[in-house]
C-alpha cells in the first residue's frame, strides 16, 4: 500500500507518519508546511494571506493537470487540515481510495464559506464506494450533519497523539520543571492574561511559542482555556504524560462572560460535551476546575505522579485502537 498524503497541518502530518511507520506503510506527504517529502513543487498549494485553504474549481483542475501522473502511482490519497484539498481528486474523478480525514470544518475557507459547487461535490462524495469521509473528532460529524445538513455518518478516527520524526529537536531543561506553562492562543493571552492570574496565585507560569510537544514536558503542567472541538495537543497530552488544568464547563461559562472569547466556529453550548475537552469519556484525564482558588489547591495537592501514570495507560490503550480502527479503513474497506 502506497500513501500520499495531503495537509497544511504539522499535527495532522506528524500524527499519520506515526500511524504509518507503525501499520508499516509506505506514505508521501505532499503539505504547504514543513514536513513536505516529495520533491514536486507546491507552489499551487502556498498562496499568500491564508488563500491556500481555497481549494476553486480552478485551482482543483489545475493541480490535477499539472500532477496527474505523480497522483496515480498511489494506492491510496488522504487529505486531512483542510477537507477542500480533496476536491483536486473528487472533481477529476479519482477512482482509488480517498480518505477525507475531516478536521477543522469540511468547508474551511479562509474568510468565509466554500462556493456552491464544492458542496454538492462532497455531498455526492458521500456515495461514493471509494470515499471515505472520517471526522477526527465527533463534533465534524454533528456540523456535517446538523449544520451544513450533509451525513457522512458516524466514522470517527480521533489522532493516536503519537509523535513521529515530525518532531525531533526537543531540548531537556530541568529548570522549567516547577514552572506552569500558559499556551499562546487567543483565550490564554488576549481574552484574558492567564499568566498573571497564575502568578497572583503563587505560582511561577511562562507563555510563549513552543517547539513541539515533547517541549511541553519539561513544565509542571498546563493551564489552558480551550478554543477548539479538538487539538492535536490533546492527544499528545495522554501520551507524553502532560498535566493539564482546564476550567470546568461551568467556570469557564464565567470568566468568558462578557469577554472577547474565542472558539473555533461554531460555538454550540449545548453540546459542548463532544468536545474532547469536555467529553465524559475522558474526564479522568484533565483536572478541572471549578474557582481560582479551586485552581490553587489542585495545582498544590494533586499527585503528579499517579496522574501521569494514569494518561500514559490510557494513551497506549487509545493507540491500540486507533491503529486497529486505520488499519481497518486502509486495508479491509473499498
Known sequence: MKILHLSHHKGCINDF??????????????????GCTTNKNITPLTLPNGQHYNITDKR???YWNKYKDYFNTFDCIITSDTAPLSRIFLQN???????????????????????INYYKIIQRATTLKNVHLVGYTEFENFYCKYIRNIDIGNTVITPTGGISK???????????????????YHNDTIMMNLKNKIETLGFKAYTGKYNGPYDLTNYKAV????????????????????????????FLSKIVKGKNFFWSPPFISKVLTISEWYNPKYKDLLIFFNSWEDLKIKITTLNYVDHKLTLK??????IKKTLKLWEQLIFKYN
Open 17 to 34: 507518519n506515526y500511524v504509518c511507520k507503525q501499520l508499516n506503510i509506505q506514505c508521501e506527504v505532499l503539505s504547504s508546511v514543513e
Open 166 to 184: 515530525t518532531y525531533n529537536n526537543f531540548i531537556k531543561k530541568d529548570e522549567l520543571n516547577d514552572i506552569l506553562f500558559v499556551p499562546p
Open 313 to 318: 495507560a490510557f494513551g497506549e490503550a487509545h
Open 223 to 250: 493551564v489552558h482555556i480551550p478554543y477548539a472541538w479538538s487539538n492535536l495537543a490533546f492527544f499528545e497530552m495522554f501520551q507524553l504524560g502532560i498535566v493539564y488544568f482546564i476550567p470546568s464547563i461551568s
Open 60 to 62: 482543483a483542475k489545475d
Open 93 to 115: 474523478n479519482w477512482k482509488k481510495k480517498l480518505i477525507i480525514w475531516i478536521c477543522n470544518r469540511f468547508d474551511y475557507w479562509h474568510s468565509g464559506r466554500a462556493d
